[in-house]
């Protein structure tokens, strides 16, 4: 249960960061930088532009809600990975005292 709610603030969070660049970066600009939508790794998907493109919006509210936002997002993003790193050594315990205590291999 607590994996569904996590699962779920974390896709509201985003959704919510999503909505706020929609009004702040131009599309165009996203749609020139695409390269590779099939590839995971993040610098592989996009150019990144030489220039810097501007802002369609550069409203000092808007921008700081945006900037709160990323914020919020990338400090949940290390919260996640933290516990996930955690549980993963915790399971990788529990396989090794199971294997020693079972005699698996």
Do not use: C, W
């Not at 599309?27 to 998907?45: A, E, H, L, Q």
């Not at 993003?77 to 529990?94: F, M, P, R, S």
């Amino acid at each position: 249960q607590k994996e569904e709610e996590l699962q779920a603030l974390t896709e509201q969070l985003l959704m919510n960061y999503r909505e706020k660049m929609a009004i702040i970066f131009d599309g165009k600009v996203f749609t020139k930088m695409r390269k590779n939508d099939r590839n995971n790794n993040i610098d592989d998907r996009f150019y990144r532009p030489n220039d810097n493109p501007k802002l369609i919006n550069t409203s000092s509210i808007d921008l700081n809600e945006l900037l709160v936002k990323t914020l919020y997002v990338n400090n949940n993003t290390k919260g996640i990975l933290k516990n996930l790193e955690l549980l993963l050594n915790e399971a990788k315990e529990l396989e090794r005292v199971l294997s020693e205590k079972y005699h698996l291999s």
